[in-house]
DNA sequence: TATATATGCAATCAATCGGTTTCGCAATTC
DNA sequence: GAATTGCGAAACCGATTGATTGCATATATA
C-alpha cells in the first residue's frame, strides 16, 4: 500500500473526482453518476483519497459526504515549486536577451 | 501503454531522475548510479518519461544525455491552478473575516 | 415490520508496473 | 582486430492496480 498523493493524482479518475468534489461536498452516489463506473468503483477510489488525506467524510444520516482536503493538494504544489524557481530563472535570462537585444537596436 | 504525465510523475524513482536531470543531462549510468537500482530499469524509467515527452535526449559518441523538457512539467502546474484559485479565495475571505473582526474592535 | 436506499467490504480477475537477467548492437579503447 | 563500455530491447516475475460482482450493515420510508 504506497498511498501517497502523487499515486493518487495518478489516475485520471481520481482527479476527476477531485475536481468534483472541490467546491461541494458529494456523495458517493452522486459523485458515481458522473462516471462510468459502478458506486463501489468510486468508493475504491474514495478510499484510497482518503487514506493519503486528500477527502474527508462527513456522515448525514445513512449518507455520507465526501469533501476536498485541499490544503493537501499543497504538498504537489511544494514539489513544483522547484521547476517553478528554473522557469523564472530562464524567463529572467530570456528577459535579459531581449533587452540587449533592444539595447542593440537603440545604439 | 497509458503514458501521461501523472502517471509519470507518480512514481518515486522517476520524481528524483526529473530532479536529478532538471538542472544538467546526464547519462543513464550516471543516473542509475545515484540510484539502488540496475541502469536497465532506470532505463525503462527513461524510456517512460521519453514517450511523455518529459525527457529528450542526445546522442554523444556511445552516450546518450538525457535532460528535462521542463515545459512540459507545466501541465502539472496547468492542472494545480484551478485548486491555487480555491486557495486565494479561501485566503481572501479569511482577510475579509480578520478585517471585519479589526473594525469591531475599533469600534 | 417489511422494503428500499446508501454505503463499505471481500473475493476475484485481467492488465499493468517496477524490477531483474540475459542478450545484442554500436562506439570506444587497447 | 579483440576487449571493453554504454546502451536499449526482450523475456520473465511477483506485486499492485482498477474494475466487477456479491454480500453485509445501517438508515430511511412505506
Wanted: charged share 35%.
Amino acid at each position: 500500500m504506497r498511498r501517497d498523493i502523487f499515486q493518487a493524482v495518478a489516475d485520471p479518475t481520481r482527479r476527476a473526482i477531485i475536481a468534483l468534489i472541490a467546491l461541494q461536498a458529494m456523495t458517493p452516489n452522486a459523485i458515481a453518476d458522473n462516471f462510468n463506473t459502478t458506486r463501489q468503483a468510486v468508493s475504491k477510489h474514495l478510499r484510497i483519497l482518503t487514506e493519503c488525506e486528500l477527502v474527508k467524510q462527513e456522515q448525514k444520516g445513512r449518507e455520507i459526504y465526501y469533501s476536498l482536503e485541499i490544503d493537501k493538494l499543497k504538498e504537489v504544489d511544494k514539489w513544483m515549486e522547484q521547476f517553478r524557481k528554473i522557469w523564472e530563472t530562464r524567463y529572467n535570462q530570456l528577459d535579459d536577451v531581449l533587452v540587449k537585444l533592444k539595447n542593440n537596436k537603440n545604439e
